[in-house]
């Protein structure tokens, strides 16, 4: 008997081993800050920025501040102490981070990758100078699956910055009578006015004089790989911080290309409109008939072509120039302009149907035709820009369309939609003009020409909705939830495949004595994207069209949530029934309607009575792979059935921000830092029991935390999580055989 103990104990010590020895390098930090400031003196009442230098390890990312809170994600958030020397002047403003559609959130969130910066302005207010505060994100990689939540705090006082006296007071130096102990610099829901820079940005306000050439000094800046520290040169910091190996998709440029490709296919559907279509064989007749050479004809196409393409290039410039990146995003989140752009589109829509036309004043259009009288290539280019005008009431839609589209936060969409766009317009000009033969196979001018104006306008209205989705998204109107939104689709859709197969008129139109083959293939695309859209009003994703409807927590009735809360499986029984509610239940769920607890304690009480291991499930609010496992491996009905019938779960987040009693606060032995809130104290036991701290992250205890086989973490093996759940029950079963 006493040797069947011994063998007992070595064989618990070499799990105990396996488990421990390989977690020794595990608590990771793959990101490091430092700090600077813009300029080391100042006086009181000027104004300072600091800065927040990161740098991060290859292969993972940063999320940054800039993007809704909501989403999934956890944004990273600054908290500045109240204090009498200062005062913040605007938001904490990321420095050109990336952006990124993500199918599993349903929503863009920003990102950096390799190094980081954040800047706050603050006002000098005293010469003591004391900024105290504390800030919180999450790295993740998708290399490993791992994300990891931190907090840290930090300093800025007048060792940094140098304060003299003002020559003469500086107004507001009085502190307020009743201030708050600390001003929260939370991320800002797209549509707010007080929203960040748009990603990709890389203009900073109010600080830009104080922003050096050099690009080499974000190096040094941020180079501190271990504790965060101040630089104690002058600053040289870049608009943009340098970018390492990328872990995710690059989306900016596939995104830009994208887009191009999209104007240069309005470009050729602006062509076909009744304003555009009958000018292409007089324009290119023109050329090929004007006296001269061929040869002279075809250079002056070809300088008509350009000059189109340098027009409506230009106009994208201004577009650019005008609003920036600070005003591009402004436009493309906030509910005003996009309450403005969705009338715009009804009104274009309206026009295309034929309820009026939008036209410029002849006067304009007289003194620029004249001036395509003068000849030479001056007069060639004025015949283009009259040629951009006349076409002003089919083509105005289109292009503002592309402008609008184009407002999101990117200074070069503009010129990119534009430059796409002209080449398409002007690509006809050009090629007919070299050959001239190509003019007899050009379709008549018709009742066509009218259809296609028709079918822009429902592709407008159907756009139209897009802005006021937004508007209600932010302002959370409720009056235009994802069920609403596909309805008015699937309405405009299918009115407008009626109209091609004829079954619908506007007064314009012509009489359709045949259905030609092009209209009836355009029918079919139609109502095939109709019928595609059907099954989205009972919750079906719709990832194609993810970037274009509300969200899918704003969906009345999901079939598909109701499916996965009932466990996807009618052999998944609600087996796992708590012991007694569990605690923060108000607002913490689990997936696939399974139930346990969000509280250890509770956990294990309930698990001694019903003679369960438990199962626990270190997670976070913002952590991307624990959802995909949650989606793609917890939804296995072999799994669930586990989880249901053999453990008491309990889901740890530690990313959740529920403030502790305040009996329930404690020093950590790990970093000697109080723990006040849910999300702390349990990433803090994550770190002190296992010594790691990345998430998802899995284990199987006992009642009295006696760990019964090896963690695991992200892997998407459904075969391998369901032999991980049955060995930990065999070790369970085979504890209590052996204690009896």
Aim: proline share 6%; aromatic share 12%; with cysteine.
């Amino acid at each position: 008997m006493n040797k069947i103990f011994v063998l007992r104990q070595l064989l618990a010590l070499l799990v105990l081993l396996s488990i421990v020895l390989p977690a020794q390098a595990q608590v990771l930090k793959p990101a490091s800050w430092s700090y600077d400031v813009s300029k080391k003196q100042v006086k009181v009442g000027e104004e300072v920025e600091l800065i927040f230098n990161v740098r991060i390890d290859k292969d993972w990312y940063l999320y940054s501040t800039d993007f809704d809170p909501d989403l999934g994600p956890m944004v990273t958030e600054f908290s500045f102490a109240k204090h009498p020397s200062y005062e913040l002047v605007g938001k904490i403003k990321p420095v050109n981070p990336k952006k990124k559609y993500d199918d599993l959130w349903d929503g863009e969130y920003t990102y950096f990758v390799g190094t980081a910066q954040f800047r706050q302005k603050v006002k000098v207010l005293q010469p003591d100078l004391l900024v105290k505060g504390t800030y919180e994100y999450q790295v993740c990689t998708d290399v490993t699956g791992k994300c990891i939540p931190f907090d840290d705090d930090f300093t800025f006082s007048t060792s940094q910055i140098q304060v003299t006296a003002a020559a003469s007071p500086a107004p507001g130096t009085a502190p307020a009578s009743t201030t708050p102990s600390e001003v929260r610099q939370p991320a800002v829901a797209p549509g707010t006015e007080t929203q960040a820079p748009a990603p990709g940005s890389a203009a900073i306000t109010g600080g830009q004089a104080e922003v050096a050439e050099d690009t080499a000094a974000m190096a040094s800046a941020t180079g501190n790989t271990g504790q965060t520290a101040l630089a104690t040169t002058e600053p040289a910091v870049p608009a943009a911080p340098l970018q390492g190996d990328e872990p995710v998709e690059e989306a900016e440029e596939g995104g830009l290309w994208a887009f191009f490709l999209v104007a240069f296919i309005f470009g050729l559907g602006a062509l076909l409109t009744p304003c555009v279509f009958p000018m292409i064989p007089m324009t290119v007749s023109f050329f090929t008939s004007n006296g001269g050479s061929r040869s002279q004809g075809i250079f002056k196409a070809g300088i008509y072509g350009l000059s189109i393409i340098a027009i409506y290039t230009l106009i994208g410039t201004v577009v650019a120039k005008l609003f920036g990146a600070d005003g591009a995003n402004f436009i493309s989140t906030h509910w005003l302009p996009n309450l403005l752009f969705f009338a715009v589109f009804v009104i274009f829509a309206m026009s295309f149907f034929g309820l009026f036309e939008i036209t410029l004043p002849s006067s304009f259009l007289t003194k620029v035709d004249a001036q395509a009288d003068r000849g030479g290539l001056v007069g060639v280019f004025f015949m283009a820009f009259t040629l951009v005008l006349v076409s002003f009431s089919c083509t105005g839609p289109i292009v503002g369309s592309i402008l609008v589209a184009s407002a999101g936060g990117e200074t070069v969409r503009p010129v990119m939609g534009m430059f796409g766009f002209s080449l398409a317009f002007a690509l006809p000009f050009t090629l007919f003009a070299i050959f001239p033969s190509w003019l007899s196979s050009l379709p008549k001018s018709g009742g066509w020409l009218n259809s296609v104006k028709v079918v822009l306008g429902f592709l407008e209205l159907a756009l139209a909705l897009k802005f006021l989705s937004i508007a209600d998204q932010v302002y959370h109107w409720g009056i235009l939830d994802r069920d609403i939104y596909l309805a008015l689709w699937i309405v405009i859709f299918t009115l407008m495949g009626f109209y091609l197969l004829g079954k619908l008129k506007f007064s314009h139109d012509s009489e359709l004595p045949y259905l030609s083959v092009p209209r009836l293939f355009l029918a079919i695309a139609t109502f095939g994207f109709v019928v595609y859209m059907i099954p989205g009003l009972f919750g079906a994703p719709l990832k194609a069209l993810a970037g274009y409807l509300p969200p899918q927590s704003t969906h009345d009735f999901d079939l598909n949530a109701l499916i996965r809360q009932r466990g996807g499986s009618m052999a998944a029984v609600s087996a796992n029934q708590v012991c007694e509610p569990p605690k923060y239940g108000d607002f913490l769920s689990l997936p696939h309607g399974l139930q346990g607890y969000f509280d250890l304690e509770q956990a294990k009480k309930c698990a001694a009575e019903q003679g369960k291991p438990i199962f626990i499930d270190f997670t976070g609010h913002g952590c991307v792979n624990c959802r995909e496992m949650e989606a793609n491996v917890w939804s296995d009905p072999e799994v669930l059935r586990r989880l249901k019938e053999n453990y008491i779960i309990a889901a740890l987040y530690v990313d959740d921000r529920t403030e502790l009693p305040q009996e329930e606060w404690y020093t950590s032995s790990y970093d000697n830092k109080e723990k006040k809130t849910l999300g702390r104290k349990y990433a803090d036991y994550q770190i002190t029991k296992f010594n790691v701290n990345a998430q998802p992250y899995y284990v199987l205890m006992d009642e009295n935390e006696n760990v019964l086989v090896k963690p695991i973490a992200y892997d998407l093996s459904v075969e391998n999580f369901v032999k991980f759940l049955d060995a930990g029950v065999a070790t369970y079963k085979a504890n209590q055989l052996a204690q009896r």
